[in-house]
């Protein structure tokens, strides 16, 4: 067997993770490889297992994909929640 771990940090690992879980349960028929998700307080944690080099990188891609997903949307949902205050500067003009 083959294994892969990867470590991903981000600042919401548990609302990444939760975005990420319901993909757990799906389980394609014929499928050469196994995968575990976890995560601590700042990282999300993936480990691929699979028979051969093949099926190892087409999983480790699709699961990447998915983490970076949910990372990037989860970054853009921060943000909308939580704008940065804007700052405008000019000359004030009286009349």
């Given at each position: 067997?083959?294994?892969?771990r990867?470590?991903?940090?981000?600042?919401?690992?548990?609302?990444?993770?939760?975005?990420i879980?319901?993909?757990?349960?799906?389980?394609?028929?014929g499928?050469?490889?196994?995968?575990?998700?976890?995560?601590?307080?700042?990282?999300?944690?993936?480990?691929?297992?699979?028979?051969?080099?093949?099926?190892?990188?087409?999983?480790?891609?699709?699961?990447?994909?998915?983490?970076?997903?949910?990372?990037?949307?989860?970054?853009?949902?921060?943000?909308?929640?939580?704008?940065?205050?804007?700052?405008?500067?000019?000359?004030?003009?009286?009349?």
């Amino acid at each position: 067997m083959l294994r892969s771990r990867y470590v991903i940090g981000t600042s919401n690992s548990d609302g990444v993770f939760s975005a990420i879980a319901p993909e757990l349960e799906v389980r394609i028929a014929g499928s050469r490889s196994y995968l575990a998700i976890s995560n601590t307080e700042e990282t999300i944690i993936v480990e691929v297992e699979s028979e051969d080099l093949v099926s190892l990188r087409a999983a480790t891609n699709s699961w990447l994909r998915l983490v970076m997903v949910a990372t990037e949307i989860d970054a853009i949902a921060a943000e909308e929640l939580n704008p940065k205050p804007t700052s405008v500067t000019g000359d004030l003009i009286s009349t």
